[in-house]
């Protein structure tokens, strides 16, 4: 990995996660770039029916560049370089005039980023992205992984990731792209398959799993793979329990849907595990649409 993007709004979630992927870039030795979009209010919805103060173009982004600077000030650690064994990812920034979707999509193909790292905070039982409703976009139709850092999460050494699948081939290019994440932090990958019923000694859902396994095995060439099964009366307690009690340092998840925001937004497992975690999400696009450079 090379690049980190962090989109930010400078909200307090938004630094925390900025925070999160310094250091996360300083175990990957990876760069970061952080970025912001903003709008000309001459541009935005309602311009013509509100009375804007007279600020044009070139002072808006001097202003986003001023707080940029500021930002960029706050992560860099001036004891980095003091530690010849540590790396120093240098901190780049970027703005932009547009929708944040549109300003992240274009940075990551202009910078060719390797993940998005982005902050999410709960509000009365909601998840919310700090960016604002259209960063839904991002997540939606995005072509390259996306880490997602809850408000309470401060970053600690990855040693252990968990990775929800259903035992389908449709994951694994997702698990491949893991790897490439996991293998620089040498840490352990845990499958985990969670399911409503026992079948755990049914001679379909063993067939099924090891089917599976061998797919891993002959395809995923990493050593620090195993696999858990986990019975629940429902999946959203499975994945409770499996975020509460398993010791997990980041979650993954490959997303089937394009439309997968609708899907959290609306109560769908992601959405319940995210209420109730202040483990990082790790969300990796369709397939059919995995980068990882």
Known sequence: ???????????????????????LAKSLKADVWLC??????AE???????VWPLMDAYTLKEEVTTDLDRLVKKLSDPNCSVDESAYCPQI?????VGEVCDVVAAL???????LVVMGIAGASGLVQFVLGSNT???????????????????????????FATNLGNDDLEALQALVHFAAPLDAEIVLIHISTKNVNFT?????????????????????????????????????????????FDILSIAH??????????????????????????????????????
Do not use: C
């Open 203 to 247: 001679e379909e859902f063993s067939h099924k799993k090891n089917e599976y396994l061998n797919e891993v095995v002959s395809k995923i060439k990493y050593s620090k793979i195993r696999f858990e099964y986990l019975w629940y009366n429902d999946v959203d307690n499975g994945l409770d329990w499996m975020a509460s009690q398993m010791d």
């Open 36 to 41: 912001n979009a903003y709008k000309v209010p």
């Open 108 to 114: 990551v193909k202009e910078k060719k980023i390797d």
């Open 136 to 162: 839904k976009e991002i997540i939606e139709k995005s072509d390259f992984p996306i880490l997602l850092i809850p408000y309470e999460a401060s970053y600690k050494k990855i040693q252990k990731i968990g």
């Open 256 to 293: 089937k849907s394009h439309h997968i925001l609708a899907k959290i937004f609306k109560g769908s497992h992601t959405q319940k595990l995210s209420r109730h975690t202040k483990i990082p999400m790790l969300v990796f696009p369709p397939s059919e649409h995995i980068v990882w450079l």
């Open 44 to 50: 935005a919805p309602m311009a013509a029916q509100v």
């Open 1 to 23: 990995m090379k690049k980190i993007l962090i989109p930010t709004d400078f909200s307090v979630p938004a630094e925390n996660a900025a925070k999160y992927g310094v250091e």
């Open 92 to 96: 780049f920034y970027e703005s932009g």
